[in-house]
């Protein structure tokens, strides 16, 4: 790479929202898993499993409270309340029925919303026009490729390294 093109890793370290495209294999804070996609249910399952790791989550906007800085997402009739205190005006999900992903921490505890569970937002974007069925086929085979690499990376604890089930 010259000056015009800096090299790829140290900007991974950098761009959270790189991570879930570049990374691989669940082994360290730096990879893949540490942005693990999670379906809906997978989180409302298992909250407790979940608690304060970073996952990517997508979904159709059900529902805006501007009060509380909340959405609530939908996806395969499982619903998901999202704080979007910390997101800026742009990136703030606003369009009912449409198709977003939500990059946060997931926060079982939290006392100033009305739902058991939240996950936190720190990255929005509208994805519209994505091929739901595609994606999750896409994810099925990623998630059976990392399944066989972490078999030969794996660690005693079942972890990805930084505290979180790997996905």
Same mark, same amino acid.
């Given at each position: 790479p010259g000056p015009w093109c800096p090299p790829l890793r140290p900007l991974l370290s950098e761009c959270p929202t790189?991570?879930?495209?570049?990374?691989?294999?669940?082994?360290?804070?730096?990879?893949?898993?540490?942005?693990?996609?999670?379906?809906?249910?997978?989180?409302?399952?298992?909250?407790?499993?979940?608690?304060? *790791?970073?996952?990517?989550?997508?979904?159709?906007?059900?529902?805006?409270? *501007?009060?509380?800085?909340?959405?609530?997402?939908?996806?395969?009739?499982?619903?998901? @309340?999202?704080?979007?205190?910390?997101?800026?005006?742009?990136?703030?999900?606003?369009?009912?029925?449409?198709?977003?992903?939500?990059?946060?921490?997931?926060?079982?505890?939290?006392?100033?919303?009305?739902?058991?569970?939240?996950?936190?937002?720190? @990255?929005?974007? *509208? @994805?519209?026009?994505?091929?739901?069925?595609?994606?999750?086929?896409?994810?099925?085979?990623?998630?059976?490729?990392?399944?066989?690499?972490?078999?030969?990376?794996?660690?005693?604890?079942?972890?990805?390294?930084?505290? *979180?089930?790997?996905?």
């Amino acid at each position: 790479p010259g000056p015009w093109c800096p090299p790829l890793r140290p900007l991974l370290s950098e761009c959270p929202t790189l991570i879930d495209v570049a990374g691989g294999g669940g082994r360290g804070a730096d990879t893949a898993s540490s942005w693990a996609h999670r379906a809906i249910e997978e989180i409302t399952g298992d909250p407790a499993a979940l608690a304060n *790791c970073q996952v990517r989550v997508l979904g159709r906007l059900k529902a805006v409270n *501007c009060a509380l800085a909340e959405v609530v997402l939908e996806h395969n009739n499982h619903e998901l @309340v999202v704080d979007t205190g910390h997101l800026s005006t742009e990136q703030h999900p606003a369009l009912i029925g449409h198709l977003y992903t939500v990059i946060g921490e997931v926060d079982p505890a939290a006392p100033e919303h009305a739902a058991d569970l939240v996950v936190r937002a720190r @990255v929005s974007r *509208c @994805v519209d026009g994505m091929d739901t069925a595609l994606f999750e086929r896409a994810l099925e085979i990623k998630r059976m490729h990392d399944a066989r690499i972490e078999a030969l990376f794996s660690s005693p604890n079942g972890s990805d390294g930084v505290g *979180c089930p790997a996905a």
